[in-house]
Structure formats: C-alpha cells, structure tokens
C-alpha cells in the first residue's frame, strides 16, 4: 500500500475551503492524498487583500509543526498585495505568465527562509489568476443549466478568451461578475457555485484549467516520493 500523503492547503476564504473540502479532498482521497484545507483570513475579514508577510507567517508556522505534511496554496492573483514581483507579474499578459513569477517568487522567499524544512519539496504555491468561479466554466452545458441562461451565452465567453482561466479580471469582466451579470445576480458564490462545481467535476476542470492541472498533477506527484 502507497504511503499516506498529508497536506495543508492555505485558502483565501470560506468558497475556496468548501471547495477543496466538498469537491477536490474526495478525488484526492481516491489517490491516498488527504488534504485539509486552513483559511489564511483573520477572523471576520473577508477574501482578498492578500498580504504576503501575513501568507508568508502560515506557511512558516506550518511547515514547521510537522516535518511529514506538505503545504500548498489556493490564494487569488486579483486580491494580492505586496507581493514580491506583483508589479512585474501584472505586466504580463497571459496567465502562465503571471503565475510563474508569483509563484516562483514565494517559493524563493520560503526556501531561503527555512531551507531546513525542506521546504523547497513540502511547499507547492498555487496562485488562481482569477477567481475560483473561473472554474465554473469548465462546462457550458451545465454551468449555463444552473444559471438558466443559453448555453451560447457562455460559450461566447470562453470563444472571445480563449479558456477559462483567461477570462480577464477587470471589475466589470471577472468571472464572478460574469456570472452575477448572466443570472441577473442570483448567482451565490459559496452555495450556487459549489453545486455547480460538484457536478462539473475535477476531471473536466483539470481539461479546461492548464494551470489547475499543473496544480494537481504537482501534488499527484508527491504520492510518488519519500518524506525526507
């Protein structure tokens, strides 16, 4: 039997949370890799404004609780702020782009900062470059189903940017503000979104979300080595 993998995930809010607790931690379960996920806000503080000493602070605390477990982020590229190289990253256009450079550069910070924790093997950054209802249009037909909408309305969407994660992020143009314009605001972030993230499925987001991908295929990866 493969080793147990165990792995905190710092999440920005409570939509974030439930999705990797509802939707993501029963695939990765599958696999013998068990992640819990820990909201990095204060409490009472909602989403965004993302600081880096404060993100920074958890990854230290955790990482040195145990030296077993792995670390990873869900943390959203629009609410950060003081971010090494943020200004560097918004200069870029696509999103593989902005992520490299962001994740690089705390990926840097946290291995000069505790390289005795092995930390350049136990964290694995994730910066979603937009939000997570980015992921909600993985599938037309079903997110196009719950917002009561024609389906063409959403396959336009995708068709003008390309892909899901590079629906651009303006405040008029974000997806979440896609999805409140195309339901008339009936759309609920946490409750609405995560029914339809249950029925789009990983497998669909994975195929639809290159970067998602490379999220998960890094944390897969981890079920193939040995804790040091």
Not at 17 to 24: A, D, P
């Amino acid at each position: 039997m493969s080793e147990i993998i165990q792995i905190t995930a710092i999440v920005e809010g409570a939509t974030e949370r439930n999705f990797i607790t509802e939707v993501l931690q029963p695939y990765l379960n599958k696999k013998n890799i068990f992640i819990t996920p820990i909201m990095a806000s204060k409490a009472g503080q909602k989403g965004g404004d993302i600081k880096f000493t404060r993100i920074k602070q958890d990854i230290q605390n955790h990482l040195k609780q145990r030296k077993d477990t792995y670390i990873t982020l869900m943390i959203d590229f629009y609410g950060l702020t003081d971010w090494k190289n943020l200004d560097e990253a918004k200069q870029k256009n696509s999103p593989s782009e902005k992520a490299n450079i962001i994740n690089k550069a705390i990926q840097d910070e946290i291995e000069e900062l505790l390289p005795e924790y092995n930390s350049k093997k136990r964290f694995i950054p994730y910066v979603n470059i937009h939000e997570f209802e980015a992921l909600l249009f993985s599938d037309p037909e079903i997110l196009s189903k719950h917002l009561q909408v024609d389906k063409k309305q959403i396959e336009q969407i995708i068709k003008e940017c390309g892909e899901p994660e590079k629906i651009n992020d303006s405040r008029e143009t974000a997806p979440s503000k896609r999805l409140d314009s195309l339901s008339n605001n009936r759309f609920k972030k946490i409750a609405t979104g995560l029914e339809i993230a249950k029925e789009i499925g990983i497998l669909k987001m994975r195929t639809a979300c290159p970067l998602f991908d490379i999220w998960l295929n890094n944390i897969e990866k981890l079920a193939q080595r040995e804790y040091i």
